[in-house]
């Protein structure tokens, strides 16, 4: 847009004449068009899917709500790293958006269980009840989601150092996902359980 803006100010064109942007430029703003849909539609399908699964519109809520907050340490390595949007990198922050919803899906799939087996013993009485029933959930959950940071972030390091054909397209892809894969688990074990509380409570109607 700048370059755009400075050629139109300082030449005056005959007439006849068109000046035409192409090559990487182009390619950048046809992808950019087809992000336009391919975005909001992922957004409505892990929208839709969600729904299938909770039918809870609320839980539903918690993930799409907390999904932007999965995404900053993506930002903060791709802004670190020196990377400009393009359309590897936005592809990257698709995949790091399924993977922290999967997180979300699965914590509250343990936290659901927690509080059922509480409410089966008839130990969901008082806040402090809920309390602990979402620690638990939480904890029970630590372990699978740690693994697989490792396994994930493990997998992508070598794509990050890799110098070969092809690696500056994969860079940009892995970058938001080693970065946004901290952001995710730490969101999947702080926010989203603080959240399902707050929620749980004011349902439950505890004090």
Known sequence: PRAKAAIAKAVNLPG??????????????????????????????????????FKNWVEVAIILLTLPLSLVGGFWLTYWLGYKLSVAVAVGFIALAGVAAEFGV????????????????????????????????????????????????????????????????????????????????????LVIPALYALWQKRRLGLR
């Open 16 to 53: 006849g004449y068109t000046v035409s942007w192409v090559g990487q430029y182009q390619v950048m703003e046809q992808a950019a068009k087809r992000l336009e849909l391919v975005i909001p539609a992922v957004i409505l399908l892990i929208a839709l899917l969600l729904y299938f699964n």
């Open 106 to 189: 699965v914590m509250l799939l343990y936290l659901d269980q927690a509080l059922i087996r509480r409410q089966a013993r008839g130990a969901l009485q008082t806040w402090h009840d809920l309390r602990l029933a979402v620690i638990e959930g939480t904890m029970l959950r630590l372990r699978p989601l740690a693994m697989t940071l490792t396994l994930v972030v493990g997998g992508l390091l070598p794509i990050m150092f890799s110098h070969g054909a092809g690696a500056d397209v994969m860079k940009r892809i892995a970058a938001p996902m080693v970065g946004g894969m901290f952001s995710a688990a730490l969101l999947a074990l």
